[in-house]
């Protein structure tokens, strides 16, 4: 159980440093976010809970196919904003797009015989 809890605290530690850095300097909180800390942070986890090297390699390769349909939602977001689209529409509108995005890249990488 305090395992969990220190998983949880250094977690939001983590997202809230990057919030308060971003206050700052947007670019400065954009670049941190950018990292894949978080990503990092899941792997050491779940290399610390399971020691499975082919579950971890697994978790890797699908972090990455997940990634590339992310990236259109994080101009979509900025697009709207500067057109006058309220906050909640924005992020609604490139949640949606990165939902649909995932599913597709799914579907498209099963064509491959690559399975997420």
């Given amino acids: 159980m305090h395992y969990l809890v220190i998983k949880t605290i250094v977690s939001a530690i983590l997202i809230v440093i ?6 700052r300097s947007p670019a400065l909180g954009a670049l941190i976010a950018s990292l ?44 709207m904003l500067r057109s006058g689209a309220p906050f909640w529409l924005a992020l609604g509108t490139g949640v949606a797009l990165n939902a649909v995005l995932y599913i597709a890249m799914t579907a498209i990488l099963a064509r491959f015989g690559l399975s997420l």
């Fill in 36 to 79: 894949p800390l978080v990503s990092v942070l899941g792997m050491i986890w779940l290399w610390r809970d399971t020691q499975d090297s082919a579950r971890l390699a697994d978790h890797t390769q699908a972090t990455f196919w997940y990634v590339l349909p992310s990236l259109p939602m994080f101009l979509l977001i900025p697009f």
């Fill in 18 to 23: 990057i919030s308060e850095i971003a206050k």
